[in-house]
C-alpha cells in the first residue's frame, strides 16, 4: 500500500493519505454525503456540531464489527482560524473526523503551508486561487463522478456560525459558508461530507 492508493472499506471508496507504522489515514475519494455542518443556526465549533455526532455515531455504526474494529481513536486538535482568529473549540477524540484546514494545506495535498502561515493583509474569502495544490482537493460527487461539489472542513470560519470549506475548484474558502442556513430549496447550507479516519491494517 502506498500513499494515494485508492482502497475498498466498508462500503466506500477512499484515498490513502499517510502511512504509519501499522495504521493509515484514509478519506473518502467521493463526496458521499450532503449535510448541514450543524442542525442550529448558532454559534459552534467541531466539538460540538451535529455532523461531528452523526459520523461518529450513525456512520460508524454502519460498518460492521470487523469493521469498526479496526477504525482507531484519534485525539484532533482544533485551531483558530488563521485569518480570523475564530476559535477553533477543544480537542477531540473522534474516530471519524473532517480535515482540518492545516491538514489540507501542509500535510496531505502537498505543501501550501508558505502560503498558511504568511497570510496577506488583503486576504477575505480565499486561501490562494493559484495554489497549485487546488487540484489534489477537487472532489465530485460519489453517484456523479464528474459533477464536482464544495465540501466542508472542520475549521471554523470568520465568525462561530460559518465552517470552511472546499471550493468546486480545490481552492479554500477560508471565510466559510453558513453551517445551517442556505440558499437552495430546503433553506439548509448542505456541503459535501468527506469523512476521514485512521485505521489498523
Not at 471508496?13 to 463526496?31: E, G, P, R
Not at 500535510?107 to 497549485?132: A, H, I
Amino acid at each position: 500500500m502506498q500513499m494515494g492508493d485508492i482502497i475498498t472499506f466498508g462500503n466506500y471508496s477512499w484515498q490513502v493519505l499517510c502511512i504509519q507504522d501499522n495504521m493509515v489515514l484514509i478519506i473518502t475519494k467521493y463526496i458521499i454525503d450532503h449535510r448541514p455542518y450543524n442542525d442550529k443556526y448558532i454559534d459552534t465549533t467541531w466539538a460540538e456540531c451535529s455532523l461531528r455526532k452523526y459520523l461518529n455515531k450513525d456512520f460508524y455504526e454502519s460498518f460492521d464489527l470487523a469493521q469498526r474494529e479496526q477504525i482507531v481513536d484519534v485525539t484532533n486538535a482544533n485551531n483558530a482560524n488563521q485569518w480570523y482568529g475564530t476559535a477553533g473549540g477543544i480537542e477531540t477524540k473522534d474516530k471519524i473526523f473532517l480535515l482540518s484546514v492545516e491538514e489540507l494545506v501542509c500535510k496531505y495535498f502537498g505543501d501550501s503551508s508558505s502560503l498558511l502561515f504568511n497570510p496577506r493583509k488583503t486576504q477575505r474569502y480565499w486561501f490562494e486561487r493559484k495554489d497549485v495544490n487546488n487540484s489534489k482537493r477537487i472532489a465530485t460527487l460519489v453517484n456523479n463522478t464528474k459533477q464536482v461539489w464544495w465540501w466542508w472542513t472542520r475549521t471554523p470560519g470568520r465568525v462561530g456560525i460559518k465552517a470552511v470549506y472546499v471550493h468546486g475548484d480545490g481552492n479554500i474558502g477560508i471565510q466559510g459558508n453558513n453551517i445551517l442556513k442556505g440558499n437552495v430549496a430546503d433553506g439548509k447550507c448542505t456541503g459535501g461530507v468527506r469523512p476521514a479516519m485512521w485505521i489498523k491494517i
